[in-house]
């Protein structure tokens, strides 16, 4: 079982295998509990590349389009926010590869759009840096 901190707008804040709603919840907030393992929730969306997810990745620029590997199991799509553009990425048997370029330098933000489905943090956020 875990459970959800959900902000009082309904996105989802946090989880955890457990949480003391007397230290956590702020005004607004509510505690959901899921008859869900932390593993199985937690891999609900998986935002990766080279293996490599839930961290800042630093590449080169003009190192070649990097492949965002994406995982989200039992859907057929999924909405990513990629620095505050949502875009909607097809997937076949849960997966996709989002394709970017590293001729500018700069940042990539990618995290899920739905926040009140995935929580927009651990693997479900993807942050690649091109220098």
């Known amino acids: 079982m875990i459970s959800l901190v959900r902000s009082a707008d ?7 295998e457990f949480i003391d709603p007397q230290s956590v919840l702020g005004e607004g907030e ?13 891999k609900k969306l998986v935002l990766s590349h080279a293996g490599r997810s839930g961290e800042t990745i630093v590449v080169p620029r003009s190192s070649g ?3 965002v590997e994406v ?21 076949i048997d849960g997966q ?8 500018e330098a700069g940042a990539f933000v990618i995290k899920p759009a739905d926040n009140r489905k995935y929580c927009p943090a651990g ?5 690649i840096e091109v220098v």
Do not use: H, W, Y
């Open 71 to 91: 995982r989200c199991p039992g859907e057929n799509g999924v909405s990513l926010d990629i620095n505050g553009t949502v875009e909607m990425l097809p997937l």
């Open 10 to 16: 309904g996105t989802i804040k946090t989880f955890s």
């Open 30 to 42: 509510s505690l959901e509990v899921l008859n869900t393992a932390f593993d199985e929730f937690a």
């Open 96 to 103: 996709a590869a989002l394709m970017l370029g590293t001729e």
């Open 65 to 67: 389009d990097l492949a």
């Open 123 to 127: 693997q479900s956020l993807l942050v």
